[in-house]
């Protein structure tokens, strides 16, 4: 009896405690992971917001156990056609920049060969043919000057100038200007001042936009009068273009 009675004793010494009440161990000393922190709260699973239920981490500062792509292979999927585009750059070579010669950095553009559309730096359309004529200087000379018809082509007026001296006496003339295909005048009143050795005040007219003949392969004809006796000079001219 005696015997039974010790070896109960021990037994009892080598059990484990009880676990305490609130204890988040079992009886076995195991952690609960079905609980997060000393909040108690339940893990949060799936994707979803940040709560009380989420395990914090981080990411160590020397690297360690970072993820990173392998030299060379520094691309993440591919882009479709024309999806990206680097503008610091022209078919591979750096951007042309300021005023310069054209080369392999400068953008190509073209203009349209038809004339529509087309900013000029000229007074006349893109693909026209220009015309002008002049009386030179004449002394108390009449002086008519045609910008000529062509087959296919309608002759425009884009501006006229006359210039030169007074006459013995005081006078006026009109310079007339004749279109071909209205069968229509223009005329300018230029006064004529006393003295061969004065200047008229000059006629310089530029027509924006261009005066037409009025139909096709039709002539623009204008006609100076002399300015009168005592005359020295005078001067006619007349610019156009053919389209």
Avoid: W
Wanted: proline share 5%.
């Amino acid at each position: 009896m005696k015997t039974l009675k010790a070896a109960l004793a021990a037994i009892i010494l080598i059990a484990p405690a009880a676990a305490s009440a609130g204890s988040k161990s079992g009886v076995d000393g195991t952690l609960d992971v079905t609980q997060v922190g000393a909040n108690g709260a339940a893990p949060s699973t799936a994707n979803g917001a940040t709560d009380t239920g989420t395990q914090r981490v981080t990411i160590s500062s020397d690297s360690t156990g970072q993820v990173k792509l392998a030299t060379g292979a520094n691309t993440i999927g591919t882009l479709t056609a024309n999806q990206s585009v680097n503008i610091s750059q022209v078919a591979g070579a750096a951007r042309s920049v300021n005023s310069g010669a054209a080369d392999v950095g400068t953008a190509r553009a073209v203009l349209s060969d038809d004339g529509l559309s087309v900013v000029s730096a000229l007074p006349y359309p893109n693909g026209a043919t220009p015309v002008t004529a002049t009386s030179g200087s004449i002394a108390n000379t009449a002086s008519t000057l045609n910008l000529p018809a062509v087959a296919g082509k309608t002759t425009y007026m884009s501006g006229l100038e006359v210039t030169g001296l007074g006459a013995t006496a005081a006078g006026s003339i009109a310079v007339s200007i004749y279109f071909g295909g209205t069968a229509k005048n223009l005329y300018f009143i230029i006064q004529i001042p006393a003295g061969v050795t004065t200047g008229i005040t000059p006629l310089v007219v530029q027509f924006n936009p261009p005066l037409s003949s009025g139909a096709v392969n039709s002539v623009i004809q204008t006609t100076m009068p002399a300015f009168g006796s005592g005359n020295m000079a005078a001067n006619l001219n007349v610019h156009g273009f053919q389209y």
